[in-house]
């Protein structure tokens, strides 16, 4: 009498399954919300800035200009005119630079290339994935040090620096003509407002720094 052998089932191994599966569950994420955050914060401080700002039929009220009587009234009057029209005047430095990067599409292409790859290779990117790139591993400080060789080649030796600073120059030379001829006289000002806020980048530099602020704990986050 034979006796026949119960089938032998497949037994998958269930611990190194769920090991693998827990194992990529548990790799970091890109920094998609600390990204997310930071632009989220960068809007949020752009909206409160336009909304800072003047009509634009007073910047352009053709009744209110005149020839300035000299140097120094001309001075008072930029000084006066960007306390009053601080954000119009950004807003066209701002224009005055798009224009010229989008008619400079070389330019415009290396500078968005330098931006990304400091936002997600160096900002966004979890410390604890290092940048492979051909096999090679690159540590934190390795990658610092050729993101800014990079930004010094990109801004230095091509036409980033030049197309940037040309544009730059128009722009506040736009604004200091604007600023001279236009008579501040009808310009409702706050003659309390402190010296501190009239450099000509405060409100600028202080949307930067309020969006760096708040944006800071969702990068340390990712870097941690």
């Known amino acids: ?22 194992s990529a569950q548990s790799q970091p994420p890109v920094a998609t919300p600390a990204f997310r955050s930071f632009i989220n914060n ?28 000299s140097v120094s009234d001309a001075a008072l009057r930029i000084r006066k005119n960007y306390s009053y029209f601080r954000v119009n005047y950004l807003t066209v430095v701002a224009l005055v630079l798009g224009f010229s990067l989008v008619t400079n599409p070389f330019s415009l292409f290396m500078l968005l290339g330098l931006l990304a790859s400091w936002l997600f290779l160096y900002l966004f990117r979890p410390s604890d994935q290092p940048l492979v790139v051909f096999g090679r591993s690159f540590s934190d400080r390795e990658t610092l040090g050729i993101l800014v060789v990079f930004s010094v080649f990109v801004i230095f030796l091509t ?14 030379a736009l604004v200091c003509a604007h600023g001279a001829f236009r008579v501040p006289e009808d310009l409702f000002l706050d003659e309390q407002e402190p010296t501190a806020n009239t450099g000509f980048l405060s409100f600028l530099g202080g949307a930067a720094s309020n969006a760096a602020a708040a944006a800071a704990p969702a990068v340390i986050a990712a870097r941690v």
Do not use: C, H, Y
Not at 2 to 22: D, G, H, I, R, W
Not at 159 to 171: E, K, N, P, R, T
């Open 42 to 69: 960068v809007s949020e401080n752009l909206r409160n800035g336009f909304s800072q700002r003047r009509n634009w039929s007073e910047l352009v009220d053709r009744t209110a200009f005149s020839k300035p009587e």
């Open 1 to 22: 009498m034979t006796s026949t052998a119960p089938p032998v089932l497949p037994v998958s191994n269930q611990s190194s399954t769920n090991t693998t599966v827990a």
């Open 159 to 172: 036409s980033v620096g030049s197309v940037l600073m040309s544009a730059l120059l128009i722009g506040v």
